[in-house]
C-alpha cells in the first residue's frame, strides 16, 4: 500500500501586516535605532504577511485547516486512525500540541508531534507514509498551525541586534492539513531526508528548553541569513539532484514543485542551482510570508485551488528547515 494524499487545506489568518507595517513597528518601538526605509521588502520580496489573533493559539490555525480538510474528503474526525502535528511552533511545551488540535477536532485516534522547524510538516508526512506502508495507519491527518509571529523582537537596541532579528520580520503566521490515506496505486512514491546538524545555530528560538527555560531575553527568534545560505550551498543539492537520478524523471515531469520559501533572493539561487523551472514553482512569498513548515501545504493547496494540479498528476515538495535539516518528497495526486 502506498500513502495517496486525499485532501489539502489551508488557513490564513485575515489580519496582515505589511513590510512597510513591519519597519514602522520596530521604529516606534525602539528608541535608539531606526529602520531603514524598504529595507524588508527590498531584502526579502515580501509586500505582506499573516497574523493572528491574540486569543488565538498554534492549534486554532491547525484545527481551521484540518476541518477544510476533513470536509473536503466527507470524513469525521472519529474516523481517524492517527493524527500527526507537525509544526515549529507549539501551544504549551507540555501536552503535545497535537492533543489540543485532537480536542478540538473531536478526534479520538493516537496523537503526537513532530518538530524539526520548518521541514516538521515534511517530517509529519514522512511519518504518515511510513505507518500506512507498514500496516499501522490506514487514515492519518497530518497538520501543522504555525504562530511565529509570537517570537518575533520589535525592539531593538541598534543594527547588530535588527541583523539578528531580521529573520523574524519575514515570519508568517499560517495553518495547513492534509488527509493521507492508504491506497493500492498513486501516492507517495519517492523521499529522502538529510541533516547537517552541526550548523544548528543558524536559526534558533532558544527560550522555553533546558538551555534558556525562564528569560524572557530568549523567546525571541534569532537567525544568520548568510550563513543559512552558505549551509545549503555547501551541503543541500544533493539530496535533491539523487531524488531526481533515483527515480529517473526531470523537474518538468511535475505539475508543481513546492519549496519551502524564506526570501525571493534565496529562493532564486535555489531554484538556479537545483535547476527548476521558474513556472513549476507555487509562488506565495510576496503576499503570505515566510511561513515556516506551512509553507509547502500551503503551496499545494494553492495550486490545486488555482488548478495546476489534479489527481494523477506529480507534485514534489523540496524541504529547508534553516540550511540544518533537508527534505524531498514525491507524489502523485
Known sequence: MRARIAAVAAHLP????TSAE????VDAASPAFRPHPTIVERMTGIRSRHVMDDDQQASDLAVAAARTALADRGLPADRLDLLVFGSA?????????????????GATCPVFDVKNACNSFLNGLQTADALIRTGQAERVLVC?????????????RDRAQFVDAFAGYTLSDAGAAVVVEAASDGGIF???FAAVSA???VGTLPGGGSMHPRDPEYTYFSGDGRRLKDAFVGHGPEIFVN?????????DDFAVIAVHQVTLPYLEILRSILGIPAEKLVVTLPEHGNMASASLPVQLATAIREGRCRPGDRVAMVGLAGGVSLGV???EL
Open 329 to 331: 518528497t514525491f507524489a
Open 199 to 201: 550548523a544548528w545555530r
Open 89 to 105: 511552533s507549539q501551544d504549551l511545551v507540555e501536552p503535545a500540541t497535537a492533543h489540543i488540535v485532537a480536542a478540538k477536532l
Open 190 to 192: 519517492y523521499r529522502d
Open 144 to 156: 501543522t498551525g504555525e504562530a511565529p509571529s509570537r517570537a518575533i523582537r520589535w525592539s531593538v
Open 243 to 251: 531524488a531526481l537520478t533515483k527515480t529517473g524523471l526531470t523537474w
Open 14 to 17: 485575515e489580519r496582515t501586516l
Open 22 to 25: 513591519v519597519e514602522a513597528r
